[in-house]
């Protein structure tokens, strides 16, 4: 229900801002994740991304982005049922610049957790580890490749910054290693609304 509601708000953004002649468009990907400090590696929790951006012109062939999406995070264990399950709402600001045939992208994003679970290696959910903070902040890079008119492909990584971990960390270990953190890598198509 949360992803549908997301995905009508995402269409009333992109209307909006097609009316004020900004260009906007909509995102659609797989994201592939796993939280640092949980004793396990591996990009091995799969997900989706769905949502929509709207950007606007910096200069001849740089561009300022607000994006607004649903994505899945987390963490997965192939060799047992425990799992680490989080939803989210984010907001990100990023600048794009087109050089030798390819778009680089970096920015920052801010997301508000709508679900969040962890299931220990039974597959039963973990109540004491699944208290996470309600936002997650972080930076982002991707790079992209125009592939058809008004069809872009991307790969993006993105990162939760250190100082705003996802859950705070039992031990408090250090200064810059204050917890859980999420790490996402996202293979994605953006699709333009209308003609740069």
């Known amino acids: 229900m949360m992803r549908f509601l997301t995905i009508i708000c995402l269409f009333s953004i992109t209307t909006l801002a097609n009316a ?51 994505i899945d995070k987390g963490s997965s264990d192939p060799k047992s049922n425990f799992q680490i399950d989080l939803s989210y709402i984010e907001s990100s600001y990023s600048f794009l610049n087109k050089h030798q045939g390819f778009i680089w992208e970096i920015g920052f994003f801010f997301g508000v957790l709508v679900d969040g679970i962890t299931f220990d290696i039974y597959g039963y959910e973990n109540e004491s580890e699944s208290q996470f903070n309600q936002f997650d902040i972080g930076a982002k890079f991707a790079i992209g490749k125009e592939i058809f008119p008004r069809i872009q492909m991307f790969w993006e990584f993105s990162n939760t910054i250190p100082l705003f971990p996802i859950q705070q960390h039992p031990a408090y270990i250090s200064f810059l290693n204050k917890g859980k953190m999420n790490s996402v890598l996202c293979f994605s198509f953006r699709y333009l609304l209308s003609d740069e």
């Open 20 to 70: 004020q002649n900004f260009q906007s468009g909509l995102i659609g990907g797989i994201s592939t994740s796993q939280v640092s400090g949980d004793v396990l590696g591996g990009f091995n929790k799969i997900g989706l991304q769905l949502g929509g951006f709207v950007h606007h012109s910096l200069g001849k062939n740089s561009k300022g982005q607000f994006g607004l999406y649903f």
